[in-house]
């Protein structure tokens, strides 16, 4: 018997490995199922993302999406479709912004080791008009000008924003964006002086019978006891608590910032016009709108399977067919319904129309050859910078003033490291029709601009430049001739460069680059201003006085007209962001 029962229970110990193998083996088998299960499915998730960005970028820069992409994670590429649903429509924000807002279905699908998951996502891409915003910068947004100054109209960056004052900075309006964090502080040498005033939200800042309270965005000296690394800012994130009581609403607390930013800043106390913030960041979910890049300014950009290609023998680009050359002309450039393009040795130019037909000989004297004393850049460049010059009157009344708006100018030769080189536009009081003024290189105006029935119009170049109607262009080495108040109603699309070490980039305030001795003297600018780059030619240092400049008087404002799409400049460029609807 003890025999038998040996055997049987060895019997059921073998029984029992022989399940336990079994199901091991099935646990194993379900654990490697669900495993490529959910990576199958996070790759697809990943080229749905991918697919969200080949959205955005498309339509920066004025492209449909590809109806199909492919991305690889690891070593596994995922496919992805983009369909357009229905047509594009126009809504209209809490804040007055006009966006043209587009349906896409993104569909993706992804296989690891023979199991398979799909992705879709139904997504908005919102374009909104960059001069619908007073200031607008894809990267860091400093402002810190010496005397008062007031900003009316929305301010949005894609990076942090620095704010500070040599007296009061006033910001009228109900839009304060940043993608990143806001600081109370210069960027270079974390300096927190000076007033800035924010305007508590409401639904129309530019009706004047709307309530105007303003909260002042503390420096670090404002803050007085409190302990803050830079003023009441972003840094500030754990909130004071005067008396302890748990709670940050007694007399003398202070809400941490991302909450206090909502209620400091949000509508005036009994606002019967609605809810809103004026104050976001990141951290509310603010989210990055893409913008074209500068390669739109090219007069050719490099281009895989393009139609153009260098001629070594003549250094300009050559028609050479579809898919058979390296290069393909740039947006403005190939949109442009005048171009004048300088040859490579300088010293001629070819005027074409839209069509492509040469009209240099039609132009009746409206364009010449010369150059702009420029002592910015004479530290590492010669002090007179060569350019295309435009008398705008006599544009007009030659008949080839270009019939969509757009206006474009560049040089052959122009390349980094190479002497920067412009556009120059005079006469220019009266626009014979709404225009935007387009150079690879710098843009210099040239006294009154569009004061006489004003229209659309944008001047947009690697750095915009603002002579007064004082200036004779004599200006020498040493010398600092002095300005005239003179007026620009004209939005500008500009490059800069990045603040670095202690290295001030100049801030918005001296976004436009002066040449001339403004001391006390005002230039009146009503438009918008846009950095969407670091400039790639006109790349010397932001300096002060000597023979550079002394900054003006600065009446700036945003120019109300453009909160309506029909009164835009021609080819207004488009902040482009995705936004997500639903997802399965």
């Known amino acids: 018997m003890a025999l038998v029962y040996a055997v049987f229970g060895a019997f059921v110990a073998a029984s029992m490995v022989t399940v336990m193998f079994t199901m091991a083996g099935v646990t194993n088998k379900t654990s490697t199922v669900k495993r490529a299960s959910v990576q ?5 998730e990943g080229a749905i993302a991918a697919g969200m960005r080949d959205v955005r970028v498309a339509v920066a820069n004025w492209n449909d999406p590809p109806a199909t992409g492919s991305v690889t994670v ?18 209209v924000d809490i804040s007055g912004i006009q966006t043209v807002v587009q349906p896409y279905e993104l569909q993706a699908v992804a296989n690891v080791n ?6 879709q996502r139904i997504v908005h891409s919102a374009s909104t008009p960059l001069f619908q915003f007073a200031v607008f910068y894809t990267n860091d947004l400093e402002v810190s000008p010496g005397p008062n100054m007031t900003l009316g109209g929305r301010v949005h960056t894609n990076g942090n924003m620095y704010l500070g004052s040599g007296a009061t900075l006033t910001l009228d309006t109900n839009h304060v964006r940043a993608v990143g964090d806001i600081f109370r502080r210069r960027k270079h040498n974390g300096e ?3 007033n800035v005033d924010i305007r508590k939200w409401v639904a129309n800042p530019f009706d004047p019978s709307e309530p105007r309270e303003f909260f002042r965005m503390n420096s670090r000296g404002q803050m007085g006891s409190v302990a803050t690394p830079s003023g009441y800012d972003s840094a500030f994130t754990s909130g004071y608590d005067h008396n302890g009581d748990g709670d940050f609403w007694d007399t003398n607390d202070w809400l941490p910032f991302a909450p206090g930013a909502l209620e400091y800043w949000g509508a005036p106390e009994g606002y019967g016009g609605g809810d809103g913030h004026t104050v976001l960041t990141g951290e509310h979910g603010v989210t990055e709108a893409m913008t074209p890049g500068n390669a739109s300014l ?5 281009m895989d399977g393009g139609s153009y290609a260098l001629d070594s023998s003549t250094g300009e680009y050559e028609y050479v067919g579809p898919g058979l050359g390296t290069h393909d002309p740039g947006y403005y450039h190939e949109h442009a319904g005048l171009k004048i393009i300088v040859d490579a040795s300088g010293t001629s130019f070819t005027a074409l129309n839209a069509d492509g037909v040469d009209v240099t000989s039609l132009l009746g004297g409206a364009v010449t050859l010369g150059s702009v004393p420029d ?5 590492s460049q010669p002090t007179r910078v060569p350019v295309v010059q435009v008398d705008l009157a006599l544009l007009g009344a030659s008949g080839q003033y270009p019939a969509n708006g757009l206006l474009y ?18 006469n220019g009081s ?45 200006k020498q080495p040493g010398q600092l001739p002095g300005a005239s108040e003179t007026t620009f109603n004209c939005a500008f699309v500009t490059g800069n460069y990045a603040t670095e070490g202690s290295n001030y980039n100049g801030g918005l305030e001296n976004l436009p680059r002066y040449h001339e001795n403004w001391n006390g003297v005002p230039c009146n600018i009503t438009g918008s201003f846009v950095n969407m780059f670091e400039s790639q030619y006109a790349t010397a240092h932001w300096a002060y006085g000597g023979d550079r400049y002394t900054a003006p008087i600065r009446n700036w404002a945003y120019d109300t007209a453009f909160n309506s799409a029909a009164n835009l400049p021609p080819f207004t460029p488009m902040a482009v962001s995705v936004i997500e609807v639903v997802s399965w």
Do not use: C, F
Not at 40 to 44: E, H, K
Not at 432 to 460: R, W
């Open 74 to 91: 690891g070593d596994t590429d995922v496919n992805y479709s983009i369909t357009p649903l229905g047509a594009p429509q126009v809504q």
């Open 409 to 426: 100018s560049a040089h052959y030769g122009t390349g980094e490291g190479v002497q920067a080189k412009g556009l120059l536009l005079t």
């Open 375 to 379: 002592m910015r850049q004479s530290s």
């Open 192 to 194: 927190s002086a000076g």
């Open 40 to 44: 199958a499915r996070y790759l697809a």
């Open 114 to 119: 023979g199991y398979r998951a799909s992705a």
């Open 298 to 302: 090219a007069m050719y950009d490099a």
């Open 430 to 474: 009266e626009l014979a029709a709404p225009l935007t003024a387009v150079a690879e290189g710098s843009v210099y105006l040239q006294g009154d601009y569009n004061t006489v029935n004003k229209k659309g119009a944008a001047a947009i170049g690697d750095a915009v430049n603002l002579l007064s109607n004082n200036w004779t262009g004599n």
